[in-house]
């Protein structure tokens, strides 16, 4: 009997409308998703002298940063402050990380 029950919740998932199916896989997307860390004064001020140092020497660096509800990670070598832009170049080119979403320079 437990084998048809297992059948009919399969059948079931198997019948539901793409939209449903997409509807569902939208909102275990969003649960994974954090909200930005304010970082304190005393934080932002670390971070400026971390990255003004790895300009000077262009030393590279790790650079942990937020976008779009994810925090991402990069290793890579900062070229230049752009605007309110960091341009890091990494393995794959060139990235702009907005200065605002920058967390951490390891």
């Not at 020497?57 to 942990?64: E, Q, S």
């Not at 070229?79 to 702009?96: A, D, M, R």
Request: glycine share 4%.
């Amino acid at each position: 009997m437990a084998s048809n029950s297992k059948n009919i919740i399969w059948e079931m998932h198997r019948l539901m409308l793409p939209e449903v199916t997409e509807a569902i896989h939208r909102k275990e997307e969003k649960k994974k998703l954090v909200e930005k860390p304010m970082l304190s004064e005393d934080r932002l001020e670390e971070l400026e002298h971390s990255l003004r140092e790895c300009l000077e020497l262009a030393r590279p660096a790790r650079f942990t940063y937020y976008r779009a509800g994810i925090i991402k990670s990069v290793m890579g070598v900062p070229i230049k402050v752009k605007g309110s832009y960091l341009v890091l170049f990494h393995q794959l080119g060139e990235l702009f990380i907005p200065l605002k979403d920058l967390l951490d320079i390891s």
